[in-house]
């Protein structure tokens, strides 16, 4: 099973930020493609497309902007690149899709499989009807990490929230402090 910290994806979303510009509110990662949406959805730089170019894995021929409620977003097509298995090593990308079989052996393996990056949080969309809870436990061995099951929206997920680094016995002392709730989750 591939492991991973919700804290060493999140540096993942921290590295592709800092290729385009520090303006990244979102990475959407499907078998298909990879979205990626803007803090200033009305305006994006030439800067911002050829920070996502010097990535091994990005090409501009499969490399496009669309529009979606009055915000561009980028696009980039890589279904064939995911089923081939021709997502370059080298590329700050390649352990995002790693990341996706592993949450696809656990939820399913259909088309709309997908989750999304933040600052602060994953989500990993669950559009399963049926879902065994041993599958769920799997997801969170996964993150090595709780979730928040997340059922009230559109589109059921599961929330991880990053993990500050303080240790347990300080918790206690900070349990007034407000933690990150899917009431602040940007809503999709």
């Known amino acids: 099973m591939y492991k991973t910290k919700v804290n060493d994806v999140l540096k993942i979303f921290s590295k592709v930020n800092k290729m385009v510009g520090g303006e990244l509110l979102e990475i959407s990662v499907k078998k298909s493609r990879l979205n990626f949406e803007f803090q200033n959805g009305d305006l994006v730089s ?17 490399l496009y902007m669309t529009d979606f409620n009055n915000s561009i977003r980028i696009t980039f097509e890589c279904k064939d690149m995911v089923e081939q298995g021709l997502i370059p090593d080298k590329s700050v990308f390649s352990d995002l899709f790693v ?12 088309p709309a499989l997908e989750y999304t990056i933040s600052t602060d949080f994953i989500k990993v969309y669950i559009d399963k009807p049926n879902i065994f809870i041993d599958d769920l436990n799997n997801l ?12 009230q929206k559109q589109r059921p997920y599961c929330l991880f929230v990053k993990k500050n680094n303080i240790p347990d016995d300080t918790l206690d002392a900070l349990s007034t402090i407000p ?9 999709i």
Do not use: P
């Open 46 to 62: 030439a800067s911002t497309i050829i920070g996502l170019l010097k990535d091994e894995l990005i090409d501009e021929e499969n």
């Open 99 to 110: 990341l996706l079989q592993e949450i696809g052996d656990h939820i399913c393996q259909c």
């Open 140 to 151: 969170q061995e996964v993150f090595d990490s709780n979730f928040s099951l997340e059922l």
């Open 179 to 187: 933690t990150l709730t899917s009431n602040m989750v940007r809503k």
